[in-house]
């Protein structure tokens, strides 16, 4: 009679045919996961003395499997780092690089959840259904943001070999409409094979305030604890965590992802550690670049011949502005280049760690410096508040002058300009989003594993893509890639190995062909050649006219002679510019990129995804109901609406939280202060509105009704508000300006107290401002949506605006 155990792997290998792809399978791995149970060994007799025991063999990883440490930081470009050639100072990276091998042509998607989805599984971000971020998700294979099970993880696997799993920072792999307390969870780090996460959901975090997760469950940071900073506490919990593995199973290797949000915005940093960079940019952007890349030739990064890309048109010459300018956008280079050395110098702390437990030597560690290139959707003048460029709403040069002493901490959401986003991706072309272009796929790669890897210092030149690490884990572990994950045929793994590469530093790129796509931006890398479309409308440019995505033009490079894209051929070569032309659109077709989507704005709308408040137009809320993503809670947004709140108050008065989204970069909020009711609009830290009652309330039970009108007329328009506390009305206010596209990029709807940043000062040294009173609910009722047909083209239009939004 056929086992289970037999049919499991016979149909595995049915449905592998079927999936296009039959792996060879070393002697005694394991196929199919997760493992058949195993037959009894021992022997049953009517009694123990007659039986004989016999355990079910645990599973153990293959005998000498690395630890592994794999890094991954965010929106920092090729040329930032100074293990290659660029300003900023990584010492962790450059001991790592001496110890082991730099890869001076590895590549990314030029977008987050897409690199964060093809490196987890190993396959193309639009094989693994990202092809685009988690808030922009639209109903096509490669772009509904659900990454498939047939694309298992690297964790999946290793777990199920005898590994212990954990992802610690930022994870924006969840869909928009799942990454609430209602799940599922299937999709969180904990549903991808991590036995445990510490970290944030979404695409960005302050460092100063974090919307942490542990596991599915989000928890609070210390809010009186002055010197407390995000990087720091995920490095501790990094710490704590491994030395935990150690000391109770040190036989089992770990897997350990650790993938800060910086140097994402907001660019946070301590105090001390900015001030390290006081002056070291005053030259500016120019002369950064041409520093920049005079280093990348000495050290042997990039080839004598190698050309630097001319500024990009838009970008002006650092010698164009004035003074103040100068001097606001030295400021911002300095807090982004402190958050990227402070965030390293943590992961040097993981190393020491690791190092005192005796463990280095077999720890394979790989450091990926950027999940995409600089980021330049800081635009012209860079940012105090990313939510202002969110919501079309200008920030004032001179606030941003007055308030520069301030970038970095925790009263700013911060971004740098564009000419420092630039000035990072020495020496080629264009930024972040831009994935025809290595200035947006470009990043620095340093392997280490002493135990394996002896050329320690040795530079590699082979082609690779993030796709290529999954299978590169794998190998260097002993453990292939089953056909069978869980009851569910895998797809291909589409990445190569790159351990090949650890002994011959001359070796063929095992990598000849690789697609990218983003935004419509369009490349394709084969055997040397690269064709690319000129981007139409650059990530900076707020407001453009849409292009059709059959009228771009294409670029043809020689990189196997022109390391920097610097000199176009397509005139000369037209021959060869077809052929790839052509090889882009098979590839294009084979990977589920199709349809080519160059739209922003429209993928924007919820519309385009399921939601959990289509439909609704009154919600219910309780006291100690936190913590409420954007997507899972009620859109206030360019409609009138009504916030009544069931209060008792207490003998000696109350005070506190009742409802509030957002926080101190923008949102609303409706709380007693003093005993008084308190309306606050927070219109992204440029102005705020209060419609506030003058008199505290009385003990008993109160009906507090906030009623807003919206004036209608387009998005993000103003209108009135109505205070009243049992029928009685106790103020009245005009809020002039309203928020018409994004309330909040990390904070959430809370009910009873506020979790993260006040949205009002005046009651900041009390936060989380808890209600003290007794909260019975808050009913929020929506009205009519202010916009008429000819203000939804207005939307179409005014969303243009977002065009420079950060992922």
Same mark, same amino acid.
């Given at each position: 009679?056929?086992?289970?155990?037999?049919?499991?792997?016979?149909?595995?290998?049915?449905?592998?045919?079927?999936?296009?792809?039959?792996?060879?399978?070393?002697?005694?791995?394991?196929?199919?996961?997760?493992?058949?149970?195993?037959?009894?060994?021992?022997?049953?007799?009517?009694?123990?003395?007659?039986?004989?025991?016999?355990?079910?063999?645990?599973?153990?990883?293959?005998?000498?499997?690395?630890?592994?440490?794999?890094?991954?930081?965010?929106?920092?470009?090729?040329?930032?780092?100074?293990?290659?050639?660029?300003?900023?100072?990584?010492?962790?990276?450059?001991?790592?690089?001496?110890?082991?091998?730099?890869?001076?042509?590895?590549?990314?998607?030029?977008?987050?959840?897409?690199?964060?989805?093809?490196?987890?599984?190993?396959?193309?971000?639009?094989?693994?259904?990202?092809?685009?971020?988690?808030?922009?998700?639209?109903?096509?294979?490669?772009?509904?943001?659900?990454?498939?099970?047939?694309?298992?993880?690297?964790?999946?696997?290793?777990?199920?070999?005898?590994?212990?799993?954990?992802?610690?920072?930022?994870?924006?792999?969840?869909?928009?409409?799942?990454?609430?307390?209602?799940?599922?969870?299937?999709?969180?780090?904990?549903?991808?094979?991590?036995?445990?996460?510490?970290?944030?959901?979404?695409?960005?975090?302050?460092?100063?305030?974090?919307?942490?997760?542990?596991?599915?469950?989000?928890?609070?940071?210390?809010?009186?604890?002055?010197?407390?900073?995000?990087?720091?506490?995920?490095?501790d919990h990094t710490i704590s965590w491994i030395r935990m593995q150690h000391a109770v199973a040190p036989g089992k290797p770990f897997l350990a992802y650790y993938a800060p949000g910086t140097a994402h915005a907001p660019h946070h940093a301590p105090k001390d550690w900015i001030a390290k960079f006081k002056g070291k940019f005053d030259q500016g952007w120019d002369n950064v670049r041409e520093e920049t890349f005079a280093r990348q030739k000495r050290m042997g990064l990039i080839p004598e011949n190698a050309k630097l890309t001319a500024?990009?048109?838009?970008?002006?010459?650092?010698?164009?502005?004035?003074?103040?300018?100068?001097?606001?956008?030295?400021?911002?280079?300095?807090?982004?280049?402190?958050?990227?050395?402070?965030?390293?110098?943590?992961?040097?702390?993981?190393?020491?760690?690791?190092?005192?437990?005796?463990?280095?030597?077999?720890?394979?560690?790989?450091?990926?410096?950027?999940?995409?290139?600089?980021?330049?959707?800081?635009?012209?003048?860079?940012?105090?508040?990313?939510?202002?460029?969110?919501?079309?709403?200008?920030?004032?040069?001179?606030?941003?002058?007055?308030?520069?002493?301030?970038?970095?901490?925790?009263?700013?959401?911060?971004?740098?300009?564009?000419?420092?986003?630039?000035?990072?991706?020495?020496?080629?072309?264009?930024?972040?989003?831009?994935?025809?272009?290595?200035?947006?796929?470009?990043?620095?790669?340093?392997?280490?594993?002493?135990?394996?890897?002896?050329?320690?210092?040795?530079?590699?030149?082979?082609?690779?893509?993030?796709?290529?690490?999954?299978?590169?884990?794998?190998?260097a572990a002993g453990v292939p890639a089953p056909s069978s994950i869980n009851g569910v045929p895998q797809k291909p793994v589409e990445g190569v190995s790159m351990v090949y590469t650890f002994d011959d530093p001359n070796a063929p790129s095992k990598r000849t062909t690789q697609y990218f796509e983003m935004f419509g931006n369009r490349g394709i890398y084969h055997d040397g050649w690269a064709a690319a479309t000129t981007p139409p409308i650059a990530p900076w440019v707020s407001i453009a006219k849409p292009v059709d995505v059959n009228?771009?033009?294409?670029?043809?490079?020689?990189?196997?002679?022109?390391?920097?894209?610097?000199?176009?051929?397509?005139?000369?070569?037209?021959?060869?510019?077809?052929?790839?032309?052509?090889?882009?659109?098979?590839?294009?077709?084979?990977?589920? @990129?199709?349809?080519?989507?160059?739209?922003? /704005?429209? =993928?924007?709308? +919820?519309?385009?995804?399921?939601? &959990?408040?289509? !439909? $609704?137009?009154?919600?219910?809320?309780?006291?100690?109901?936190?913590?409420?993503?954007?997507?899972?809670?009620?859109?206030?947004?360019?409609?009138?609406?009504?916030?009544?709140?069931?209060?008792?108050?207490?003998?000696?008065?109350?005070?506190?939280?009742?409802?509030?989204?957002?926080?101190?970069?923008?949102?609303?909020?409706?709380?007693?202060?003093?005993?008084?009711? @308190?309306?606050?609009?927070?219109?992204?830290? /440029?102005? =705020?509105?209060? +419609?506030?009652?003058?008199?505290? &309330?009385?003990? !008993? $039970?109160?009906?507090?009704?906030?009623?807003?009108?919206?004036?209608?007329?387009?998005?993000?328009?103003?209108?009135?508000?109505?205070?009243?506390?049992?029928?009685?009305?106790?103020?009245?206010?005009?809020?002039?300006?309203?928020?018409?596209?994004?309330?909040?990029?990390?904070?959430?709807?809370?009910?009873?107290?506020?979790?993260?940043?006040?949205?009002?000062?005046?009651?900041?040294?009390?936060?989380?401002?808890?209600?003290?009173?007794?909260?019975?609910?808050?009913?929020?009722? &929506?009205?009519?949506?202010?916009?008429?047909?000819?203000?939804?083209?207005?939307?179409?239009?005014?969303?243009?605006?977002?065009?420079?939004?950060?992922?």
């Amino acid at each position: 009679m056929m086992t289970i155990a037999r049919s499991q792997h016979l149909l595995a290998i049915v449905l592998s045919v079927a999936l296009g792809a039959v792996c060879v399978f070393p002697a005694g791995a394991q196929e199919v996961l997760p493992r058949p149970e195993q037959p009894f060994g021992g022997k049953i007799g009517r009694t123990t003395k007659e039986s004989i025991k016999d355990f079910p063999k645990e599973v153990h990883a293959p005998k000498g499997a690395p630890n592994v440490l794999l890094i991954m930081t965010d929106d920092v470009g090729f040329g930032a780092s100074s293990t290659f050639g660029g300003p900023i100072p990584t010492a962790t990276m450059d001991w790592l690089a001496k110890n082991g091998l730099r890869y001076n042509q590895f590549h990314t998607t030029a977008l987050c959840s897409p690199t964060r989805a093809a490196l987890l599984s190993g396959r193309n971000h639009h094989s693994a259904a990202t092809g685009i971020i988690m808030e922009l998700g639209t109903g096509f294979p490669g772009y509904n943001s659900l990454m498939p099970k047939s694309a298992g993880t690297f964790a999946e696997i290793l777990k199920q070999n005898g590994y212990n799993t954990s992802w610690y920072g930022k994870n924006h792999n969840v869909p928009d409409w799942q990454n609430s307390q209602a799940g599922p969870f299937d999709l969180w780090p904990t549903g991808l094979g991590f036995e445990y996460f510490y970290g944030f959901i979404g695409g960005d975090t302050s460092q100063w305030n974090p919307a942490i997760f542990e596991g599915t469950k989000p928890v609070e940071p210390p809010h009186d604890a002055k010197e407390y900073f995000f990087d720091k506490d995920m490095a501790d919990h990094t710490i704590s965590w491994i030395r935990m593995q150690h000391a109770v199973a040190p036989g089992k290797p770990f897997l350990a992802y650790y993938a800060p949000g910086t140097a994402h915005a907001p660019h946070h940093a301590p105090k001390d550690w900015i001030a390290k960079f006081k002056g070291k940019f005053d030259q500016g952007w120019d002369n950064v670049r041409e520093e920049t890349f005079a280093r990348q030739k000495r050290m042997g990064l990039i080839p004598e011949n190698a050309k630097l890309t001319a500024r990009s048109a838009g970008i002006p010459a650092w010698d164009s502005l004035d003074a103040d300018h100068k001097k606001v956008f030295a400021r911002m280079m300095e807090v982004y280049a402190a958050a990227l050395a402070h965030a390293d110098y943590q992961m040097g702390r993981i190393l020491d760690a690791i190092e005192a437990q005796g463990e280095l030597d077999n720890t394979l560690v790989i450091y990926i410096q950027g999940d995409n290139g600089a980021s330049g959707e800081g635009g012209m003048q860079g940012l105090l508040n990313e939510m202002t460029v969110f919501n079309a709403i200008p920030e004032d040069f001179k606030d941003v002058l007055r308030r520069m002493g301030e970038l970095g901490g925790p009263t700013t959401f911060n971004h740098y300009p564009v000419g420092w986003a630039h000035a990072m991706d020495t020496p080629f072309q264009w930024t972040k989003q831009i994935a025809s272009h290595f200035g947006g796929t470009r990043n620095g790669l340093v392997i280490s594993w002493p135990a394996r890897i002896k050329d320690a210092g040795g530079i590699r030149t082979q082609f690779h893509h993030v796709i290529d690490i999954m299978p590169t884990i794998l190998e260097a572990a002993g453990v292939p890639a089953p056909s069978s994950i869980n009851g569910v045929p895998q797809k291909p793994v589409e990445g190569v190995s790159m351990v090949y590469t650890f002994d011959d530093p001359n070796a063929p790129s095992k990598r000849t062909t690789q697609y990218f796509e983003m935004f419509g931006n369009r490349g394709i890398y084969h055997d040397g050649w690269a064709a690319a479309t000129t981007p139409p409308i650059a990530p900076w440019v707020s407001i453009a006219k849409p292009v059709d995505v059959n009228a771009y033009q294409w670029e043809l490079y020689k990189v196997s002679e022109d390391f920097s894209e610097a000199s176009n051929l397509a005139e000369r070569e037209p021959a060869k510019l077809t052929e790839l032309q052509e090889l882009f659109w098979a590839e294009a077709a084979k990977y589920n @990129v199709l349809p080519i989507d160059n739209s922003r /704005v429209e =993928r924007f709308d +919820v519309t385009n995804r399921p939601s &959990l408040t289509t !439909g $609704r137009n009154k919600f219910v809320y309780y006291a100690g109901l936190v913590r409420i993503p954007e997507g899972a809670a009620p859109d206030l947004k360019n409609k009138s609406f009504q916030i009544k709140s069931e209060i008792v108050i207490p003998k000696g008065g109350a005070e506190g939280m009742l409802l509030t989204h957002g926080g101190r970069f923008s949102g609303y909020g409706l709380y007693l202060l003093k005993g008084k009711p @308190v309306f606050l609009y927070n219109l992204a830290g /440029v102005a =705020r509105y209060s +419609v506030a009652g003058k008199e505290a &309330l009385k003990p !008993g $039970r109160h009906t507090i009704l906030f009623d807003f009108t919206y004036d209608g007329g387009g998005l993000g328009k103003g209108g009135n508000g109505t205070l009243q506390v049992d029928g009685r009305t106790m103020a009245t206010g005009r809020i002039e300006r309203t928020l018409g596209f994004r309330l909040s990029l990390d904070e959430t709807l809370d009910c009873g107290e506020d979790t993260g940043t006040p949205v009002s000062e005046d009651y900041a040294a009390k936060m989380p401002f808890r209600f003290t009173g007794e909260l019975k609910q808050v009913v929020i009722e &929506l009205g009519k949506s202010g916009l008429s047909a000819s203000d939804e083209q207005a939307l179409e239009e005014a969303n243009k605006k977002l065009a420079a939004v950060r992922e």
